[in-house]
C-alpha cells in the first residue's frame, strides 16, 4: 500500500505527518519525509509492505496541524490519497510489473 497525503491546514505534502497502519495485531508507522540531493529527490508517498494481508484494519494520520485523521477498512494493494480532514479522495489499484 502506498499512501499519498494532501494536506490543507498542514503543508500541501504532508511533510512531517505520521501515519500509523493497523493491519491485525501489527502496527506500522511511517513519517512523511522530505530531501533531496544533487539530481535527487524522496517519494513523498510512504510505502507499507503487508504482505498477504487483504485489508488495513485502521489508518491514522496525524498531520502537522495537530488533526488526526482515522481511516477503517481500506483495501491494501492500492495506491491512496489523503486530503486533510476528508478521508480517501483518490484510490487506484497497485500497478504490479
Do not use: C
Request: hydrophobic fraction near 40%.
Amino acid at each position: 500500500m502506498r499512501v499519498k497525503l494532501r494536506g490543507r491546514q498542514s503543508n500541501r505534502d504532508g511533510i512531517g505527518a505520521l501515519v500509523v497502519a493497523t493491519v491485525g495485531s501489527r502496527r506500522l508507522v511511517r513519517e512523511v519525509r522530505a530531501g533531496s540531493s544533487y539530481l535527487g529527490q524522496h517519494d513523498v508517498r510512504v510505502h507499507f509492505g503487508l504482505g498477504r494481508a487483504s485489508v488495513v484494519d485502521r489508518l491514522d494520520v496525524r498531520w502537522s496541524s495537530g488533526r488526526v485523521d482515522v481511516l477503517k477498512a481500506i483495501a491494501s494493494q492500492q495506491d491512496v490519497t489523503v486530503a486533510e480532514g476528508a478521508g480517501i479522495v483518490d484510490s487506484h489499484p497497485l500497478n504490479r510489473r
